[in-house]
């Protein structure tokens, strides 16, 4: 069988499309796309994001932030994010057409529009590994996305990030169960 060698690089499938969110200085909600993130612990996250990023600045100050799951009703905001600078650009949450409600849990914005978010508190970032951990405070759902109390991914539609193509895909296909498919093989 022929493979094609792509060598050291951060090829790996799916990545999470995340948008996290802070408030700056002055309260004014910030937002930016991450996708190299993922559950590091059972109530941690991890994320790798380069100190020069607004959002940097802002959860050091605050101690929190919070995660959103970019979906596709959302793709060109959540790209946005991911292109736009909050160090150049203010209220970039306003000029994408969302809005935010404050945490009760934590010191940061909950992207209304978005499905999924998770709230977190910082447990640590080190700057020359570019790692943020975060811990797990809450998770909320919105309830348009839920059937029978628990999340839809087909109602929810939330998106990955493609490295190989520079694209974003839907996920929400159920192809079987976890935990109980590989069980005739035991």
């Excluded at 700056?24 to 100190?51: F, H, Y």
């Excluded at 628990?150 to 520079?166: G, H, I, Q, S, W």
């Amino acid at each position: 069988m022929n493979r094609k060698d792509f060598g050291a690089k951060p090829l790996t499938l799916p990545q999470p499309v995340w948008i996290i969110a802070t408030y700056d200085e002055d309260g004014t909600p910030d937002a930016m796309n991450a996708a190299w993130g993922g559950i590091s612990e059972q109530t941690e996250v991890s994320v790798c994001l380069t100190p020069t990023h607004k959002t940097v600045t802002n959860f050091l100050r605050s101690g929190a932030f919070t995660i959103s799951m970019a979906d596709a009703d959302h793709i060109k905001a959540c790209d946005y994010f991911g292109i736009a600078s909050g160090n150049k650009v203010k209220n970039k949450i306003e000029k994408a057409g969302l809005t935010v409600t404050s945490s009760d849990k934590v010191s940061a914005p909950i992207i209304n529009e978005l499905p999924v978010c998770i709230e977190c508190k910082v447990i640590e970032y080190n700057k020359e590994s570019c790692i943020l951990r975060g811990e797990i405070v809450n998770v909320s759902v919105r309830e348009s996305v839920m059937t029978d109390g628990k999340l839809d991914m087909e109602k929810a539609r939330p998106v990955c990030f493609d490295p190989f193509n520079n694209a974003y895909h839907v996920i929400g296909k159920r192809v079987g169960g976890a935990w109980s498919e590989g069980k005739e093989l035991l």
